[in-house]
């Protein structure tokens, strides 16, 4: 499974970014997508997750900002991200995690996205 994130960038506070990340391989039909982020310094935290039923968990810092979505047939998801703050900055990485005779979970890349104040 491979998992490529794409659509980090610069953009000042207030402003919005879309991040999109694609799986290809072999997945389980029934999983979970998720973006997770990564500030210098800090451990890795969940930003927002969405099952293949569309239900959705998002990390408090960011409700009514984010929205996470997924293309279901593609195995893609995106993150809307809106009113974006300095705290905001880090590295988003996309996970894509499922179980069936074992727990499985794959990471992309990594996307940069920094924003000024």
């Known amino acids: 499974v491979q998992l490529q994130a794409s659509g980090g960038g610069l953009v000042q506070s207030g402003g919005s970014l879309r991040l999109s990340c694609a799986a290809s391989?072999?997945?389980?039909?029934?999983?979970?997508m998720s973006w997770y982020r990564q500030a210098p310094g800090n451990q890795r935290e969940l930003v927002a997750a969405i099952t293949t039923d569309g239900s959705t968990n998002y990390a408090d810092s960011v409700k009514g900002r984010f929205t996470i979505s997924r293309t279901n047939g593609r195995n893609t998801i995106y993150l809307q991200m809106t009113s974006l703050k300095p705290e905001d900055t880090a590295v988003y990485y996309c996970?894509?995690?499922?179980?069936?005779?074992?727990?499985?979970?794959?990471w992309g890349q990594g996307t940069q996205v920094t924003v000024s104040s």
């Open positions: 996970n894509c995690n499922y179980r069936t005779s074992g727990y499985y979970s794959f």
């Open positions: 391989g072999v997945i389980f039909s029934i999983n979970t």
